[in-house]
């Protein structure tokens, strides 16, 4: 079912950003404090409300994974993934965690043994490193991909399985069809999804930039200033540009599956060369402790006491990911076709999360190691100035400047594929939920999130936007209730029909209702392997 608002999403939602933009860069620190005080209210009042909703999101995704659902395809029951197990990770990757991991994966360890989770541990302790850890794997494991995955499974469920656009809108038509004067409005949630992805992404990569800035300053001694992130800017907007004209399936793809081998790559070089031991010892307690306390981490707030520093991480970090959520979300639904439910949960929600604990275990253990070992530095860097604090590790092991240029290709290839991604996501929304929106959209919007970007940095904007894009996650969370509530009627309504067409075929009841699931799962299993028998597809939609 196509969404017939298209062309008007895309110019109310290029006029509502314009407009932002607008009151960033002429009024930055208004508009930066009044967003920041908004958000501070919203995580105060509705903080327990956000670490509810990220461990029911869990909960609910797990148990689907194990359901009698769980065989059911995001696609035609007998097709097959799009993409290699490897370049789909690696896409994941790209798209969701991209710089965010590559800015806060020593830092944050860092911040926490500094200043402790809930002040539980006294600072700058073995205690305080081990709970630094612990925490670090809580804010970017699981529960951060769980929105992720949600809105990515549904969407991709709706768009590959039930043919319609891949729109917030489309998924919720069910519900907005019962009620008429709601249709009108339908489209409003796909200009929400776009302003909140463009402002989400363009402050993302405006922090990349300063990162960068502040890596070029540390190992060549360039200015930080907004002449040379113009620079960087631009070098970044010719590349992702290149990268759009290419295609999902060259451009993405291949800058995703190289920025996985540098990952590898210097993750490996750092465990070879640093305190190894130590770091495989932080790594394998991390995860313990992680799984050991992950429902009382996942629930924990301080009715009590100041909540201070839940509201600053977790709560933070579970309304961003909300926000980001039909970015992201969408972006793994279009490489996601082919796969099972329960294939496309455990990959989304357990692999991309592992390989971000066994980053931060890596450089976070390594950084906290050698800052007990001596007190090297790095926690007073990282307090004055987070995006030099990696080069300030780089510093204090062998081969200083080539660690540091290839972490700054890790960051800049991260950023390109984050802004390429975005380009694409935003005009496939932009477009009817179109699979290959048009070239000139995915132009249009990747030139609209560097001006965006380049203008929030000259004026001093990018908190204020972040905290804006952040604040749209409150209204969002509901949405995604809902979207959770749809696919459950249609799973039900889908395997209730795969169950009559086998009827059908047999003429009789299979005995005893074991003995009819296996004959489902089996016939599931003998037309995959066989995908060109076209008659004996079960898809509900060759009926």
């Known amino acids: 079912m196509a969404n017939p608002g298209g062309q008007r999403v895309f110019s109310v939602s290029a006029v509502i950003i314009v407009a932002l933009v607008a009151v960033g860069a002429i009024f930055p620190e208004r508009f930066g404090e009044g967003a920041e005080a908004a958000l501070a209210s919203v995580t105060q009042l509705f903080g327990w409300f956000y670490l509810f909703s990220m461990f029911g999101f869990v909960v609910f995704l797990l148990g689907l994974a194990f359901s009698k659902y769980g065989k059911i395809r995001l696609g035609p029951q007998d097709s097959s993934p799009s993409y290699s197990f490897f370049s789909w990770v690696s896409m994941l990757l790209a798209a969701g965690f991209g710089v965010g991991l590559v800015f806060y994966g020593m830092a944050e360890p860092m911040f926490h043994y500094i200043d402790p989770p809930y002040g539980d541990v006294e600072a700058e302790t073995t205690d305080a490193a081990r709970y630094a850890i612990q925490y670090s794997y809580f804010n970017w494991g699981v529960h951060q991909w769980a929105a992720f995955s949600l809105v990515g ?24 069809a019962k009620y008429p004067k709601a249709r009108p409005y339908a489209p409003a949630l796909d200009v929400f999804a776009v302003v909140a992805t463009v402002m989400g992404v363009a402050t993302s990569l405006g922090l990349g930039v300063l990162q960068m800035n502040g890596g070029l300053n540390a190992v060549f001694g360039v200015p930080e200033g907004v002449l040379w992130q113009f620079i960087i800017l631009f070098v970044m907007f010719l590349a992702y ?67 201070t520093w839940a509201s600053s991480w977790t709560i933070f970090y579970w309304a961003w990911v909300i926000a980001w959520s039909p970015f992201v979300g969408t972006f793994v639904a279009r490489v996601s076709r082919g796969r099972t439910i329960k294939e496309y949960v455990f990959g989304v929600l357990i692999v991309p999360p592992l390989l971000a604990c066994l980053w931060i275990g890596v450089f976070g253990g390594a950084a906290l190691n050698m800052e007990l070992g001596g007190d090297v530095g790095l926690a007073a860097v990282t307090q004055s100035n987070i995006t030099v604090a990696l080069f300030e590790m780089f510093a204090l092991m062998p081969f200083t400047p080539l660690l540091s240029i290839i972490a700054m290709c890790l960051i800049f290839i991260f950023l390109v594929t984050s802004a390429d991604s975005a380009s694409y996501i935003v005009a496939q929304m932009t477009d009817n939920g179109s699979i290959n929106p048009p070239l000139y959209k995915r132009v249009t919007w990747g030139v609209l999130i560097a001006a965006i970007c380049l203008t929030l940095i000259a004026a001093g904007g990018l908190t204020g936007l972040q905290s804006a894009s952040v604040l749209s996650a409150l209204p969002f969370t509901f949405i995604l209730y809902g979207m959770a509530y749809v696919l459950i009627k249609e799973l039900r309504a889908d395997r209730k029909a795969m169950l009559t067409q086998l009827y059908r075929r047999h003429g009789e009841t299979p005995v005893g209702a074991d003995a009819f699931e296996a004959e489902l799962l089996s016939e599931e299993e003998r037309v995959r392997r066989a995908p060109n028998v076209v008659n004996r597809r079960i898809n509900t939609r060759d009926n």
């Open 241 to 307: 540009m290149a990268s759009t004209w290419s295609g999902l399936d060259k451009g993405i793809k291949r800058l995703s599956n190289l920025n996985m081998i540098l990952c590898i790559g210097l993750m490996l070089y750092v465990l070879v060369t640093g305190p190894t031991l130590a770091i495989l010892e932080t790594i394998t307690l991390g995860i313990g402790d992680y799984l050991q306390n992950f429902i009382g981490m996942s629930l924990r707030i301080s009715p009590y006491t100041d909540n």
């Open 153 to 176: 499974l549904i969407i991709a469920y709706f768009q590959f399985r039930k043919g319609q656009a891949g729109l917030v809108s489309s998924v919720l038509s069910s519900v907005t």
